[in-house]
């Protein structure tokens, strides 16, 4: 059976866009193909960003850990085979001062690791986790996508970014922004990211 991975990383619970687009995606590909869905909520259940005991713990050989950097190990290897057990991941996220949330950026500082999602090569770095399809839900208050403002937008470029130096290429972004224009605009943008999640599930 196929794997989905659902990350979301909104603190805003019930009230987040990104979440909900996200989770309606992963149920949509769930009924087509009879996937299983793995969701880690970043906004209910942070990962706590890396500290000293996280990174000795990921660098050290297991038999010279202690047992704080054990717990800390293990929980990163946890976050690592979630993520190379899916087949299709789903990423959710608003765009808050331009970029991703904290909580998603401590999550890939988990998963982005030396030796199991990447390695070092004489003629470059290489991915390890590759041959699966991933959709970015990013949730705005202003346009990002085109226009002036998308410069602005750091969140997509840095994801495609560290997620392809962990060998996944085959991206596909949904934005559902210019909901601070009102309710009539925040209605419309959700409707036009759930209806191309739509589509999206029936072409998977």
């Known amino acids: 059976m196929s794997s989905i991975l659902l990350i979301t990383s909104s603190p805003r619970g019930n009230e987040s866009v990104s979440t909900k687009v996200a989770t309606d995606l992963a149920e949509s590909l769930k009924s087509n193909s009879g ?15 890396l500290d000293e005991v996280t990174t000795a713990a ?9 047992n704080e950097e054990q717990a800390a190990a293990e929980h990163s290897d946890l976050l690592v085979s979630e993520l190379l ?16 949330y904290s909580t998603l950026k401590s999550w890939i500082d988990n998963v982005a690791r030396a030796g199991q ?23 705005a208050g202003g346009i990002y996508s085109s226009g002036a403002a998308t410069s602005m937008d750091h969140a997509v470029p840095y994801l495609k970014t560290v997620l392809g130096f962990m060998g996944m290429t085959d991206i596909e972004v949904i934005y559902v922004e210019g909901i601070a224009f009102g309710a009539e ?13 739509k589509e999206l599930a029936l072409a998977a």
């Open 35 to 49: 996937a299983s869905i793995v969701h880690r909520d970043l906004g209910k259940s942070p990962i706590r960003h």
């Open 58 to 66: 990921i660098r050290k050989p297991a038999e010279e850990r202690t």
């Open 85 to 100: 057990a899916a087949d299709t991941v789903i990423i959710g996220t608003g765009l808050i001062n331009f970029n991703i």
């Open 117 to 139: 999602t990447f390695r070092y090569t004489e003629e470059g770095p290489i991915g390890l986790a590759s041959g699966k399809k991933v959709y970015l839900i990013v949730a």
């Open 185 to 197: 605009a925040a209605e419309k943008a959700i409707a036009a990211a759930q209806q191309r999640t």
